[in-house]
DNA sequence: ACAATAGATAAGCACAGACTTATCTGTCGC
DNA sequence: GCGACAGATAAGTCTGTGCTTATCTATTGT
């Protein structure tokens, strides 16, 4: 997945509220839904984008779909995030040791 | 700088080819356009939008601007990412400790 | 079978944003 | 002072995107 698309995704504050929600637990459109004003086709949309750039998968079982986070989804980004030095004078050699680790 | 800003600016794949030029060194608007076909103009406002949410600042001396990255504009975007801890299943403490060793 | 429910798709609208050309502002060398 | 240069601003265009309502599809319980 490239970095554009993601971050295009993540620029939007009701699909990171999405994601957020999705970060605490797996659940469905409906109760992804709750509370907000939004439609439901608005939140059917914003899921089709999350799931197109891969921060969520979706699982089915019947009628029903169960939505979760991709804990992959968001790799691309921290890559991105490694790749600029400058931004992490004299520390991004520890991230880069995370990222490691995180590939084990 | 909220978030949305921050990954909307980022979500311009011109920006982060500035912001990737700008990694290497600091430069002014006339070296950052090179090579680019995009108008002066465009380059100019791009600039702005990036200087806008914190990623860039400028020094000027005299009638010449250099462009320079500012190290502490992304950090909003890592802390996002470490409120996630969904997308880093049991790796995000790792990353939380080296935030705080950043924070030194 | 059929009504209800969950979600996706279609179509249209309105606004945001990336781009352009033209022009303005400010600073330098001469 | 004045022309050259670096960059910002203005104004307009065009496309992308987030939203809406209306409708379709698929699965379930009764």
Do not use: C
């Not at 993601?6 to 009701?14: G, K, Q």
């Not at 797996?26 to 984008?49: D, F, K, Y």
């Amino acid at each position: 997945m490239n970095e554009t698309d993601i971050f295009r995704a993540l620029a939007d504050p009701t699909r990171r509220l999405l994601l957020e929600r999705l970060s605490a637990g797996a659940r469905n459109a409906t109760e992804l839904r709750e509370g907000l004003a939004v439609s439901q086709p608005a939140i059917s949309q914003h899921i089709a984008v999350l799931r197109g750039v891969g921060l969520i998968a979706e699982q089915k079982t019947g009628r029903h779909v169960t939505y979760r986070v991709d804990p992959d989804g968001m790799r691309p980004l921290v890559d991105w995030l490694t790749r600029y030095r400058a931004f992490w004078p004299s520390r991004v050699d520890k991230l880069k040791t995370l990222l490691k680790e995180m590939d084990q």
